[in-house]
Antibody, heavy 119, light 108 residues
Framework: EVQLVESGGGLVKPGGSLRLSCAAS????????MTWVRQAPGKGLEWVSFISSSSSYVYYADSVEGRFTLSRDNAKNSLYLQMNGLRAEDTAVYYC????????????WGQGTLVTVSS | SSELTQDPAVSVALGQTVRITCQGDRLRRYYGSWYQQKPGQAPILVIY???SRPSGIPDRFSGSSSGNTASLTITGAQAEDEADYYC???????????FGGGTKLAVL
């Protein structure tokens, strides 16, 4: 069974940092691109970042470019999102998801982790 | 504003057919995917590559695309289909992904 489990969310002050993790199991993690999607309270889905299976390609939404860094450790079946310079508008549930074919079809999602940026 | 446009809300009578649409120029080049999200839950992929269904998704869900519009059709809507539905696709660069604003489906 495919499972994605996010962790690392919490309350942080504006300008602070958090590192989110996503532990994957039930599939060959190293064969799949992965992505983070967030959802602000009461709002829609927003794509955040993508990383290819071998980390050769990493892309970011304009809203987080330069502040967030996505990485992965295929030996540990884990995905990491380092978030620096956090702003109130980064408050959201953050989901990690598997990219089924590398073209933006996300076939498995974690349960999400809440990040709250507030003073 | 989202580069993929969806109607904010749509309603359908129980057992009837409903079409949810998603418009955007990038849909002329890239296929869209569709996601169902119920309150408090993570999204679920229901359609990808225009009209492919992941295993476990009922065949009352189907997808189509024409020009700049992708559509999700639910034939014989059930009470459990009441949810938010989002489309997504690659953006004009091909490297980013964009989601539509979402459509809240009410099954009456």
């Amino acid at each position: 069974e495919v499972q994605l489990v996010e962790s690392g969310g919490g309350l942080v002050k504006p300008g602070g940092s958090l590192r989110l993790s996503c532990a994957a199991s039930g599939f060959t993690f190293s064969s799949y691109s992965m992505t983070w999607v967030r959802q602000a309270p009461g709002k829609g889905l927003e794509w955040v970042s993508f990383i290819s299976s071998s980390s050769s390609y990493v892309y970011y939404a304009d809203s987080v470019e330069g502040r967030f860094t996505l990485s992965r450790d295929n030996a540990k079946n884990s995905l990491y999102l380092q978030m620096n310079g956090l702003r109130a508008e980064d408050t959201a549930v953050y989901y990690c998801a598997r990219d089924k074919d590398g073209y933006g079809s996300f076939d498995y999602w974690g349960q999400g982790t809440l990040v709250t940026v507030s003073s | 504003s989202s580069e993929l446009t969806q109607d904010p809300a749509v309603s359908v009578a129980l057992g009837q057919t409903v079409r949810i649409t998603c418009q955007g120029d990038r849909l002329r080049r890239y296929y869209g995917s569709w996601y169902q999200q119920k309150p408090g839950q993570a999204p679920i992929l229901v359609i990808y590559n225009k009209n492919s269904r992941p295993s476990g998704i009922p065949d009352r869900f189907s997808g189509s695309s024409s020009g700049n519009t992708a559509s999700l059709t639910i034939t014989g809507a059930q009470a459990e289909d009441e949810a938010d539905y989002y489309c997504n696709s690659r953006d004009s660069s091909g490297n980013h992904v964009v989601f539509g604003g979402g459509t809240k489906l009410a099954v009456l």
